[in-house]
Nanobody
């Protein structure tokens, strides 16, 4: 069974930094695009950043220059380094991945993690 397990969330003051991690476990063939979304109370879930299997990245305009996404393919893990955090970054952050599994052939399935809370105080 494939699982995405996030860690690294917490409470931080404005201007501070956090690093989120998302580890993919299970019987997988490979990970295509993997990234982070967030959802603040009363708002829709939005893309924060994502990275493809060849390292192409894209970011939400609101986090460009402050957040950096990276991945370690040897550990099936993606990271989100967040700096210069603002109160408006407060949200539950979710890991999302398109994962190839072998199940009567190769299939690509989208998975979500359970989420990790990030709270930025002013």
């Amino acid at each position: 069974q494939v699982q995405l397990v996030e860690s690294g969330g917490g409470l931080v003051q404005a201007g501070g930094s956090l690093r989120l991690s998302c580890a993919v476990s299970g019987n997988i063939a490979s990970i295509d695009t993997i990234g982070w979304y967030r959802q603040a109370p009363g708002k829709q879930r939005e893309l924060v950043a994502r990275i493809t299997n060849i390292g192409w990245t894209n970011y939400a305009d609101s986090v460009k220059g402050r957040f950096t996404i990276s991945r370690d393919n040897t550990k099936n893990t993606v990271y989100l380094q967040m700096t210069s955090l603002k109160p408006e970054d407060t949200a539950v952050y979710y890991c999302n991945a398109d994962i190839r599994i072998v199940q009567g052939g190769v299939r690509t399935i989208e998975y979500w993690g359970q989420g990790t809370q990030v709270t930025v105080s002013s």
